[in-house]
């Protein structure tokens, strides 16, 4: 099953690449996303964890973003969350960029 097939896809996800961390009890391990939704983000990473897990992400780009989240899916290097708590303040930080990143999609800019 690839990863299209095990998510709850209520909105589009954007191309967004960015250095990245996951936090698990603690310890951090990088990651880069490189997809964007309101609701959750695909990550690259060597991290392997099992779906259903709940850590900490965090994105760093032109502003900061955190967010707890839960492993929806895992297979090699491909990791998707779905947020789970996003403070007022990250909220307003991921609805920037995903209006960026649906600018740059129409007009062709992706970077």
């Known amino acids: 099953m690839d990863r299209n097939q095990t998510e709850d896809r209520r909105v589009p996800r954007y191309f967004f690449s960015a250095p990245a961390e996951i936090i698990l009890d603690g310890a951090t391990t990088r990651a880069r996303s490189a997809e964007l939704s309101p609701h959750g983000c695909y990550f690259e990473t060597n991290m392997a964890i099992s779906r259903g897990t709940v850590v900490k992400v965090r994105i760093f780009a032109?502003?900061?973003?955190?967010?707890?989240?839960?492993?929806?899916?895992?297979?090699?290097?491909?990791?998707?969350?779905?947020?789970?708590?996003?403070?007022?303040?990250?909220?307003?930080?991921?609805?920037?960029?995903?209006?960026?990143?649906r600018t740059e999609e129409a007009h062709g800019t992706q970077t």
Do not use: G, N
């Open 62 to 101: 032109t502003d900061y973003f955190e967010a707890d989240a839960r492993i929806v899916y895992y297979h090699a290097s491909e990791l998707c969350v779905v947020f789970q708590r996003v403070s007022s303040e990250c909220q307003q930080v991921l609805t920037k960029w995903l209006t960026a990143a």
